[in-house]
């Protein structure tokens, strides 16, 4: 099964395309790791899977063939934004409170008991928690909720090396313990070295390479994603300035 | 490091999947909204406790006016200029009021969406399992149900602070007599949570659209503005056809909506009389015009004093007017058509909110 199946794909906001042409398959039972430069279109590709935008052109279906926003899809994705926005006015009981009234499947048992280990006291305000507890937080209402497939938008560009660590090793065990399929973007390459084993190359809108980490650093000799990724990168770059 | 890897059991007793029904999602919003609905709920009662201090001595000081007799004594015009003197102060209370239909609507409803938009929230709340059509029409519908029962309370203590200043009698007492249909108008039991809700619908669609909270606020006042105004000087009079009469005994309590006059049975002028025609009228005592019934401080009455000295002379005096039978009609017309709108403007924010696109 596929949790991302993406054909044609694109999305076009006024007269500039943030994504074009874009056909993939995103494997279930994988971390992959959605790679490149700001404003390559990874965010407009996220936002695509998981129903907060509609294409403009080409199609995308989840969960093995699912309508996007259907509520099966709702139901098997969860999705961290960006920055992991949440209500910082309200309490995290409160968050937890309505992630729990919004879902079919919430266990609340869980998120409670993650919470209380991570050192996070429900009723402080979600505003009042450090950048690293935000988005532990955020993290814990989406795993709490039994998905499918987790989607994680630049989960860790805004906190620090240990904060890093932590959210990437609770996002490891889910995909290892529960087999939770989890698709990630990200712009930092050293940190996705060990957790995807699925990678989506990406620049200007387009994706540039895709497939089986291990496969692709056999098929184009490079010792490292990172390597591998600079070098598909620089390659694009040059290509279109020179066209 | 074993707390951060805890796994996460697939189906283990609480995860079990359960129904999503639309109560739900009014807990949510109570969840969200309880602050904004404390704070609409606190602001009416303070509102509410100072128009009852000043409704309790109006209604004392007309109590007094009713029933004193004779009517014409000194001592009864005395406490019916009491009476008109509690006007002044009472007729600025409206302009005050007139804001809190808008203010309530527009801080209640702009920020709905704007809010999830500007701090992007909703990235959180339109992926969760709860469809977010439904999520829209079950925060919105909720929020505009709570807002119509809460202006419904205070418009009834609008109503009866002013009752006195509209009753069908004040005339004939020496005292302001008001038409129910232009006084407090748009403050009464339908029209009150009518433009309070239009006002909210129009602040959450502003949001969905501006998706930025202050600006939606103010294009939401501006837009009550434009619809009051519109109401008020255009719309209103034309609810119902108004009647037409020759009878210069019109009472106070009509809405007099224009004024006309004919001299042998043809169109003479519109309004009142040219200076040469009120030359042939002489008033006794004073001089001035001053119709039956308006006492030392009242207000005049609308018996036009000129009709009874031209009517010689061949001129006879029109007037259009809507009666006060026609008070509660008219509150139904202006709330119903409030109440389309809001629902309109409703279902098209939902439909954005369906359709929107990041």
Known sequence: MNVVEASGLGKRYGRTWALRECTLEIPAGRVSALVGPNGAGKTTLLNLAVGLSAPSAGAVTVLGGRRVGSPDALDGIAFVAQDTPLYKTLSVADMIYIARSLNRRFDQAYAKARLDELGIPVKRRAGKLSGGQQAQLALTLALARRPQLLVLDEPVAALDPVARHDFMATVLAAAAADGVSVLLSSHVLTELERVASHLVLMSRGRVRLAGPVDELLATHGQASLEQLALHFLRETETSEVTR | ?358
């Open chain 2, 1 to 358: 490091m074993t707390a951060l890897t805890m796994p996460a059991r697939r189906d283990s007793g609480d995860a079990a999947p359960r129904p999503l029904p639309w109560r739900r999602m009014l807990r949510v919003t109570w969840r969200q909204e309880r602050f904004k609905i404390a704070g609409v709920a606190a602001l009416l009662v303070v509102l509410a406790v100072w128009l009852w201090i000043a409704g309790t001595s109006v209604h004392h000081a007309y109590a007094a006016v009713l029933a004193c007799h004779p009517a014409s004594s000194p001592n009864c015009q005395d406490l019916a200029s009491t009476f008109n003197g509690t006007w002044n102060s009472v007729s600025y209370w409206t302009i005050f009021l007139q804001l809190v239909p808008a203010l309530i609507g527009a801080f209640a409803g702009a920020p709905v969406l704007a809010r999830e938009l500007e701090t992007g929230t909703f990235r959180f709340a339109w992926t969760q399992g709860f469809e977010r059509w439904r999520w829209a029409l079950a925060k919105l519908v909720a929020l505009a149900v709570v807002l119509a029962a809460a202006t419904f309370a205070f418009s009834v203590l609008v109503s009866w602070c002013y009752q006195p200043f509209l009753g069908p009698n004040n005339q004939d007492l020496g005292i302001y007599g008001n038409s129910p249909l232009v006084t407090v108008f748009s403050l009464r039991e339908v029209t009150f949570p009518a433009w309070t809700v239009a006002t909210f619908a129009v602040g959450a669609l502003a949001g969905m659209l501006i998706r930025r909270v202050v600006p939606a606020i103010v294009a939401a006042l501006a837009v009550y503005a434009g619809l009051a105004v519109a109401a008020a000087a255009f719309l209103r009079e034309h609810y119902l056809t108004p009647l037409v009469s020759s009878d210069t005994n019109v009472p106070g309590t009509a809405w007099i909506i224009g004024q006309w006059w004919t001299k042998d049975g043809r169109f003479a002028f519109a309004g009142n009389p040219p200076l040469n025609l009120i030359s042939k009228c002489s008033f006794p005592g004073g001089g001035g015009p001053g119709g039956k019934g308006g006492g030392p401080g009242g207000p005049p009455s609308s018996v036009n004093p000129f009709a009874q000295c031209l009517a010689p002379h061949g001129y006879a005096e029109w007037n259009s007017f809507q009666p006060v039978s026609r008070f509660w009609p008219f509150q139904w017309i202006e709330g119903g058509w409030l109440l389309v709108l809001s629902a309109l403007l409703i279902a098209v924010t939902i439909w954005l909110v369906h359709r929107r696109v990041a």
